[in-house]
Nanobody, 118 residues
Framework: VQLVESGGGLVQAGGSLRLSCAAS????????MGWFRQAPGKERELVAA????????YYIDSVKDRFTISRDNAENTVYLQMNSLEPEDTAVYYC????????????WGQGTQVTVSS
């Protein structure tokens, strides 16, 4: 499975961005997909995740009610709609997929930079 992210950029605090992650290859092997982020000097964290079948979602507390993860199975694409962005959301955002073992993200995109100015 190959993953390609798009949609990052620079936005002012309070603004919105939508990230996209297009999956190709053996997409039938995907259990779930997630968006991670890593800010300078910080560990990578899982921001949101969605089951490929069923659509169950997960969010970390700091983005609940601001971010929405969704999927389009026909297009093999996952989205992360980010609203009310804060400077603390500044990070490189990575798309990842669980394909071999549920609970283990083993396929990764190249990352896209999101910068929120105050």
């Amino acid at each position: 499975v190959q993953l390609v992210e798009s949609g990052g950029g620079l936005v002012q605090a309070g603004g919105s961005l939508r990230l996209s992650c297009a999956a190709s290859g053996r997409t039938s092997s995907i259990y779930a997909m997630g968006w991670f982020r890593q800010a300078p000097g910080k560990e990578r964290e899982l921001v949101a995740a969605i089951r490929w079948n069923g659509g169950n979602t997960y969010y970390i507390d700091s983005v609940k009610d601001r971010f929405t993860i969704s999927r389009d199975n026909a297009e093999n694409t996952v989205y992360l709609q980010m609203n009310s962005l804060e400077p603390e959301d500044t990070a490189v955002y990575y798309c990842a997929a669980e394909t071999s073992t549920p609970g283990a993200y083993d396929q990764w995109g190249q990352g896209t930079q999101v910068t929120v100015s105050s």
